[in-house]
């Protein structure tokens, strides 16, 4: 079958956390670092968050003893208003339980399609011909006409047996042929996919039959085959073959669940038809025929498909049956449907439900989505916000609010830093720069590896490297400035316009200071509630310094 509706993504953070040396009480097994009304806060848990912390602070920083304090605080926090919030009855609210079952039925698919492919490894193999497709260059001499003409006669004096490349400039010289393009190396992935598809059929010293452009015709002589060597594209064609293996390998994992659990009654799928007027897609709705007999579970039935069907069309079931796209899809929504109950079933089966890891991940997504609704229904509504605090909090703040200064400019890069000199002081006196990018002597070629380009595009000026930023700092419209690379390469910087830093209106940022004031407002009261609580609760903190 056809695989559909499966995918596996594993991600895992290897970042330090506390020691569990020390001296914390121990609850159901596990050390712990705080409890709140008996329930615990273990160290598992923090040091989980700890390195989601530590993650989000970026390379150089630390988490530091204030962070972590904070973070326990916030914990205890969550403890207190997903407790309340139960209390309340908030977890037994039917939109809280469907949206806790959708997560836990997709959780639980997912921790199946984890363990399975655990140990998948990427084929050597297709490594290797992933890298080589990546990195393949060919050698190609190219011939260009303007006219067909042109390019059958070429074609036609190849057949006299004469060199290729004699013939070349013999048609170049006598104008017959536009250009001559001999062989320089090129990777396959960078050619026109016209030449790609031609050349890919010959073999090394053969020539190509006449391809057709719009502008013109080509004949072409492959003299070579390379494969260069790149560390990098070589880690990215063995990422490809790992994910190509583990799609592969789901795939019949989900094909061999189905056969082991499934039978398919394809006389009644056939039968279906969703786009004829009779018996009508509402009638199909409420049909109880057996499309999939599953070992031990409920069937699917042709309502069930239908159903399925119905919510895939956001758009309406009928323009879907006048385009004509229902029928199509009637085998690959049967698959995604046949690939969720199996995969769950067997899951269930292998007792993935009562893992640690899934619990906690549904236990917690239970607590994120009540912790919510406990904000949007009790710490929302008394969050009032008024003109005046949104533009005393944007005056406080204005710095955060300024646009960035931008300059525009253009630049010449010399190898030699008298030959820059020479060039501003040309500049200084009135030469205009179009006439000596054109004409100074010294000047590097554009296409250099490791210059940087500055071809008056507007930029911000903290996005260029700090010795640019260095270099043009003042600078007025106009101006020349003179910058040393770390590379060895001398520039010369034409400024020919800068806009200052300067606040952006109060209007054009209302919206977002509004969004931030009210964001802190309800942090802040998050807070205020969560000390009332915690004052009347048991909340005991075990963690030292």
Not at 38 to 55: C, M
Not at 353 to 375: C, H, L, M, P, W
Not at 472 to 493: C, D, M, T
Not at 513 to 519: L, M, N, P
Request: net charge positive; proline share 3%.
């Amino acid at each position: 079958m056809k695989f559909i509706g499966i995918s596996a993504t594993l991600s895992f953070i290897a970042v330090p956390g506390l020691s569990a040396q020390q001296n914390l009480p121990v609850m159901k097994g596990k050390k712990v670092v705080a409890s709140v009304n008996g329930e615990p806060v273990t160290l598992d848990e923090f040091n989980r968050e700890l390195a989601v912390l530590q993650e989000g602070m970026g390379k150089g920083k630390k988490v530091g003893k204030d962070d972590r304090s904070a973070l326990l605080n916030r914990l205890i926090n969550t403890r207190l208003i997903v407790q309340e919030g139960k209390r309340m009855g908030l977890d037994e609210l039917p939109e809280i339980k469907k949206m806790v079952d959708v997560f836990s039925r997709v959780t639980l698919r997912e921790e199946l399609m984890e363990r399975y492919l655990r140990n998948i490894k990427a084929d050597e193999k297709e490594v290797d011909r992933i890298y080589k497709s990546s990195t393949q260059e060919w050698r190609v001499t190219s011939v260009f006409f303007e006219k067909e003409e042109g390019a059958k006669a070429f074609a036609k004096a190849l057949e006299s047996g004469k060199p290729f490349n004699d013939l070349a400039k013999k048609f170049l010289s006598e104008k017959t042929a536009a250009r001559v393009e001999e062989g320089e190396y090129l990777r396959v992935k960078e050619i026109d996919p016209k030449i790609v598809e031609v050349v890919s059929k010959v073999k090394v010293g053969s020539i190509s039959p006449i391809v057709p452009f719009k502008s013109g015709f080509v004949i072409l002589k492959l003299e070579d085959i390379r494969y260069s060597e790149d560390p990098e594209v070589l880690q990215q064609a063995r990422r490809e073959a790992l994910k190509n293996k583990k799609f592969n390998s789901l795939n019949d994992y989900k094909d061999a669940l189905i056969k082991k659990y499934v039978t398919i009654r394809q006389e009644v799928l056939k039968q279906i038809d969703y786009e004829s007027k009779e018996p009508g897609f509402d009638n199909l709705l409420k049909e109880k025929r057996v499309i999939a007999d599953i070992k031990g579970e409920e069937p699917v039935t042709v309502g069930d498909l239908t159903e399925y069907l119905r919510q895939q069309f956001y758009h309406g079931v009928q323009r879907a049956i006048e385009g004509k796209k229902l029928n199509s899809k009637k085998d690959s929504s049967l698959d995604e449907m046949l690939f969720k109950r199996v995969f769950r079933k067997e899951a269930l089966r292998l007792g993935l439900d009562k893992t640690e890891n899934y619990q906690n991940k549904v236990r917690n997504y239970e607590n994120s989505v009540i912790f919510g609704a406990f904000v949007k229904k009790v710490i929302v509504p008394d969050v009032k916000l008024s003109e005046e605090e949104v533009k005393a909090y944007y005056q406080k703040h204005i710095e955060e609010y300024k646009l960035p200064e931008m300059v525009k400019m253009n630049s010449l890069v010399f190898n030699k830093r008298e030959d820059a000199e020479v060039a501003i002081e040309k500049l200084r006196k009135g030469t205009e720069f179009q006439w000596l990018s054109a004409n100074a002597e010294g000047k590097v070629d554009k296409n250099t590896q490791g210059i940087l380009m500055l071809d008056g595009k507007l930029m911000t000026t903290k996005d260029l490297p700090e010795g640019v930023q260095k270099a043009i700092s003042g600078v007025k419209e106009g101006q020349v400035r003179f910058y040393a690379s770390p590379e060895g390469f001398f520039y010369v910087l034409a400024i020919e316009n800068v806009l200052s830093s300067k606040p952006q209106p109060y209007e054009e940022v209302k919206g977002m200071v509004t969004q931030r004031v009210f964001d802190e407002k309800v942090k802040k009261a998050i807070e205020d509630y969560a000390d009332k609580l915690r004052a009347a609760s048991d909340v005991k903190v075990y963690l030292k310094n």
